[in-house]
């Protein structure tokens, strides 16, 4: 298996097709604080992010905003005074793709600096 922190997401061709639930639930291990969903009628990989106060809130959304910038690769995201939910599918495909995993495992890395530094 492939470091999915250090992995770079790639364009999807409306070709693709979405993995298959044998392959969430191994990717799944990869990142064992997400847990699969439906969101909007789609298959989902989501994590609710804790965070001491609004500021830090909101600096993580900022933070995993120009994640998803740069890899081209963007989340659905809801957050509150102290938290911070992050939705990840691949439109193109209308499920999950490996880059949705990555980006769990490249935010999760922003999340644990973030806390680091507290």
């Given at each position: 298996m492939?470091?999915l922190?250090?992995a770079?997401?790639?364009?999807?061709?409306?070709s693709a097709s979405?993995i298959?639930?044998e392959?969430?639930?191994?990717?799944?291990h990869h990142?064992?604080n997400?847990?699969?969903?439906?969101?909007?009628?789609?298959?989902v990989?989501?994590?609710?992010?804790?965070l001491?106060?609004?500021?830090?809130?909101r600096?993580?959304?900022?933070?995993?905003?120009?994640?998803?910038?740069f890899e081209d690769?963007?989340?659905?995201i809801i957050?509150g005074?102290?938290?911070?939910?992050v939705i990840y599918?691949t439109?193109?495909?209308?499920?999950?793709?490996?880059n949705?995993?990555?980006m769990?495992a490249?935010?999760?890395?922003?999340?644990?600096?973030?806390?680091?530094?507290?």
């Open positions: 492939i470091d922190k250090k770079q997401c790639t364009r999807v061709m409306k979405a298959g639930l392959e969430v639930k191994e990717f799944l990142v064992p997400w847990h699969s969903d439906t969101f909007k009628g789609h298959l990989v989501r994590r609710k992010f804790v001491s106060d609004y500021n830090r809130a600096r993580f959304v900022d933070l995993v905003a120009d994640l998803a910038e690769h963007h989340p659905e957050f005074y102290t938290y911070v939910e599918w439109h193109v495909v209308d499920g999950l793709h490996m949705d995993f990555i769990a490249k935010t999760d890395a922003v999340y644990e600096n973030m806390v680091r530094r507290e």
